[in-house]
Structure formats: C-alpha cells, structure tokens
C-alpha cells in the first residue's frame, strides 16, 4: 500500500480549472475526467488504514449498520447498504432528513451509525449525530472535511479527498470518492470474517440467479 501510494502511476494532472465558456468540447472533458481521477488518487492517498481497520472491526460487530446520506451521499448511502448486505450484514439506511431524525430513537448502544457527508455540515446528519452520540453507538463519518461538524461526534474519521469546481458541485468526483471509501470498507469488514463473508456472498449471487433470464 505504501508503495503504491507513492508510485508514478498515481501522478495524473490535476485540472482544478473550471469549465469555460471558450473551452473545446475536448478540454472540457478533459478537465472533467482528471478531476475524476484525481478524487480517486487523493482519497487513496489520504485513507488512514488504521482508522479504516478500526472501522471494519466495529461494522463486523454491530448489530445494525445505520447509513445517512442526504442528496448525492444518499445514494452513497444505499450503495453502502447494498455492499455491506451482500456480505451478511444487517443495514438500515436513510436519506430523507425527517427519516434520519426519525430513526434515532431506535438507535442502540451496540449498533453502528455511518454519517456520509461531503461537506460534514449538513444540517439533518449533524443534529443526528448529536442524538447518537448520547445513546453510545459507534458513530463512522465519510467526509471531504477533517474538521467539520459531523466529524466532532464520530468515533472514527474516513476522508476522502475532493476539490469541487462549480460544475461538479455534489457531482461524481464526490461521488466517486466517497463510493471508493465504501468498497474499502466493505472489503476490509469482509476480511475481519473472511471465511463467513465469502459464505454469504455466495450465497447472494446463488439468490439472485433467479433474477436472470
């Protein structure tokens, strides 16, 4: 991991300009796409393995995941759902901001709450959090933001790394960062259980066969 994180493979450009309204179709594609991979390389660059560790352990033993997302982490919110499922886990997520508050109240002190926010101050996670955090569940914040709001009830921290321009306000590097954050943990929760996870996954895929024509 060391290595790769420091490999040339990983030296895309970075075009942090914005579209312009002179720019070829060409270039403005261009600056879309390295911004893309440049979310991608930066969060890579910028995942703490220790708090991702730390993370998969308390997901892998938690009674409920809980997962709030408003907006475009909403959906982040039930890709998490849908990856952490195929391994066995049992997940609730929410990303109507009346829900969210909603669904604290069954929140316990062995459950898992795992707050996505670009920002970390969207207003519905950050009062959330607040509730949470007094019932003593394990709170996992994804955000672009160190020091943000949500970050000050999390438990653990998982950064991604993402520079918006105004064309891609809430758009796929942010995205793209905080599903990339996801099937890390996912993956790394699977391999706190490898053998079990491996088991369900099968047994998933086996479920769905009959989806398929």
């Not at 009062?127 to 007094?134: G, I, M, Q, R």
């Not at 996912?186 to 086996?206: C, G, H, K, Y």
């Amino acid at each position: 991991m060391t290595l790769a994180r420091n490999s040339a493979y990983f030296d895309t450009p970075t075009i942090f300009e914005n579209i312009q309204k002179e720019d070829h179709l060409n270039v403005a594609i261009e600056k879309i796409y390295a911004n893309n991979i440049q979310a991608l390389n930066g969060t890579f660059q910028s995942l703490d393995l220790k708090e991702l560790k730390k993370a998969a352990e308390v997901i892998a033993s938690a009674r409920i995941i809980y997962l709030f997302g408003v907006g475009t982490s909403g959906m982040v919110a039930d890709y998490a759902s849908y990856r952490f499922t195929r391994i066995g886990l049992l997940t609730k997520s929410y990303m109507d901001s009346h829900l969210i508050s909603m669904s604290t109240a069954t929140i316990q002190a062995n459950d898992v709450v795992i707050a996505i926010s670009q920002s970390g101050s969207t207003t519905a996670i950050v009062k959330a959090l607040e509730s949470v955090k007094k019932c003593g569940a394990n709170i996992i914040s994804i955000t672009s933001h160190s020091r943000s709001p949500v970050t000050k009830s999390s438990s653990i921290v998982l950064r991604s790394s993402v520079h918006e321009t105004p064309f891609e306000s809430g758009d796929m590097p942010s995205l793209m960062a905080q599903l990339s954050v996801v099937d890390a943990l996912m993956v790394a929760a699977a391999l706190e259980n490898f053998d079990a996870s491996m088991n369900r996954i099968q047994a998933a895929t086996e479920a769905l066969k009959s989806k398929k024509l």
